[in-house]
């Protein structure tokens, strides 16, 4: 009883927490679509809550492909298309990080600590278009997790994962 | 701190010597006093408490004395308040004849906290074990915090433990209000509040609109059964922006929930008043169908539309059951979602202007 269980939660936690968790995804989905638009820094948050934070607070799971768009979108932020040399993917973190500095969002220490826990999960993402992408070491080094940030750029720029 | 002195008087076998002298001027520099008195074994562990032989090998340096000198020339602290003794070396540590040397020192009033620090030395002195209750029967959490003899507890705990209260008293919404939410949740819970006022904004601009639109495809595509606009429910539900109300129509219960409340509406709205919901519940509770003169009686208050649904569904018993099982998850508050749930769905549809009759259509598909 998926909405029936939505709506409980969303009832009583305050003017945040009138929306049910469903909408709650909804709304996390459709900024992913683009059908919303959401600010730089909300991709960054989306990061720090996925996992546990979002179950307990918002009482729902971030979809899974509001995540990968989020890493997505955060890269993207992060590297430079016009600039021919590659990139090192090897610490996401430090890519989140410098995403988080370049739109001035907001941070504090804990939220860093969850940055770095969730960034070992979204490596997998980051794994995967390198991966896909180094192309026995023209356009990168899957060894070395790196890849050419023109190549990336063009790959994320049309990838969608919801 | 002082400390009682610990003095090596050889080295080898004898390693530890206590002087008791030092004890009574120890006492003295905390204030404390007490009567020394000469107890032996069982006095002590009167006292003390029992002696459990189990834990004497914790106490491998007093053991180590006593094998030493042969006579077990105890010092025992034996700290009191009110009823509560705490001693050490505690009782486990008696294991022999002997004549102990023990100072019971008053600790009531304010002496807790020194009582406790004094013992808390002594038990480091001689390595043993100090369990934090021990403490505690001395002095309370607080003083023993900042006498830095237990370690404090963090800001949030103790934040906790405050709200204890109002939970109790306000009940779960002042619990949930309790609850921390972490900067981020609030970020995020904004950004998403903007972001749906946004969609709803551009939503009602839609809305207005298609209306010239719409009545442009009636002539052009004129239907020639006059079915329902479309036969696909969840489809609807998408188009006019319900799409996540799809998982109740997959869910049977939840849509009989949806049915069972877009047909007793006015009743429910009615239970909201909680006197008239109390003796509803009672009724329920109380098994089978209630006389319809008491439950008329008691349900002064209800309008005559609003008693006269509910007597018609008390009296119906192939409903009975949905009644009872729907009525009681919610007005037990054991599990009120499905109330809340359906009545949310139902605002929202009437906010989208998608109106009760068209989602009962649909849920009876």
């Not at chain 1, 995967?128 to 890849?147: I, P």
């Not at chain 2, 340096?61 to 042969?70: D, F, L, P, R, S």
Request: neutral net charge.
């Amino acid at each position: 009883m998926t909405a029936a269980v939505a709506a409980t939660a969303a009832v009583g936690l305050g003017r945040w927490f009138d929306m049910s968790p469903e909408e709650i995804r909804n709304i996390m989905i459709d900024a992913a679509r683009d059908k919303v638009a959401a600010p730089p820094c909300f991709w960054y948050d989306v990061v720090i809550v996925m996992g546990k934070t979002a179950k307990k607070k918002l009482k729902t799971s971030v979809p899974e492909c509001v995540i990968g768009e989020s890493i997505r979108r955060i890269t993207l932020g992060v590297i430079d298309k016009d600039k021919p040399n590659w990139i090192s993917l090897d610490n996401v973190k430090l890519l989140i990080m410098r995403y988080a500095e370049k739109h001035k969002c907001k941070r504090n220490a804990s939220e860093e600590v969850a940055v770095a826990h969730h960034a070992r999960i979204l490596s997998g993402y980051v794994r995967e278009w390198v991966r896909l992408l180094a192309d026995g070491g023209a356009a990168g080094s899957l060894e070395h997790m790196t890849l050419s940030q023109a190549v990336l750029a063009s790959y994320l720029s049309s990838l969608r994962y919801c | 701190m002082s400390r009682v002195e610990v003095k090596e008087v050889e080295a080898g076998e004898v390693p530890v010597e206590i002087i008791v002298e030092k004890v009574n001027e120890l006492l003295k520099r905390y204030e404390l006093y007490g009567e020394t008195r000469m107890m032996n074994k069982s006095a002590v562990s009167r006292l003390c408490g029992t002696i459990e032989s189990r834990r004497i090998s914790k106490a491998k340096q007093i053991e180590a004395v006593a094998k030493a000198t042969g006579r077990y020339p105890y010092v025992v602290f034996a700290f009191q308040r009110e009823k509560n003794v705490l001693c050490m070396p505690d009782a486990n540590y008696y294991v022999a004849d002997g004549i102990y040397d023990v100072h019971v020192i008053d600790c009531d009033g304010d002496r807790g906290a020194r009582c406790a620090e004094v013992a808390a030395n002594v038990a480091d002195i001689l390595g043993l074990p100090l369990p934090q209750e021990a403490l505690l029967a001395l002095a309370d959490e607080g003083e023993l915090c900042a006498r830095n003899i237990l370690p404090c507890r963090k800001r949030a705990e103790r934040a906790e433990g405050q709200f204890e209260a109002p939970v109790e008293r306000k009940g779960a919404e002042a619990g949930e209000e309790a609850e921390e939410v972490p900067p981020v949740v609030k970020r995020v819970m904004d950004t998403l509040l903007s972001m749906r006022a946004a969609m709803r904004e551009a939503a009602r601009q839609g809305q207005q609109s298609p209306p010239p639109q719409t009545p442009q495809p009636l002539p052009t595509q004129p239907l020639p059964t006059p079915q329902p606009p479309s036969p696909d429910p969840k489809g609807v539900l998408k188009e006019v922006g319900l799409g996540w109300l799809v998982p109740v129509l997959d869910d049977p219960a939840s849509a009989a929930a949806v049915r069972f409340v877009m047909e007793n509406r006015e009743v429910l709205n009615a239970l909201k008043d909680e006197e008239k919901r109390k003796m509803v519940v009672q009724a329920i509770k109380e098994g089978g169908i209630p006389a319809p003169s008491t439950l008329d009686r008691a349900l002064e208050k209800w309008s005559s539309k609003e008693r006269e649904k509910l007597l018609g569904l008390l009296s119906k018993t192939r409903d009975l059951y949905s009644l009872a099982s729907a009525l009681i998850e919610y007005l037990t508050n054991n599990d009120h979602c499905t109330f809340e749930a359906v009545k949310t769905i139902l605002d929202t549809a009437a906010e989208r202007g998608l109106t009760c009759e068209a989602v009962e259509q649909m849920l009876s598909q």
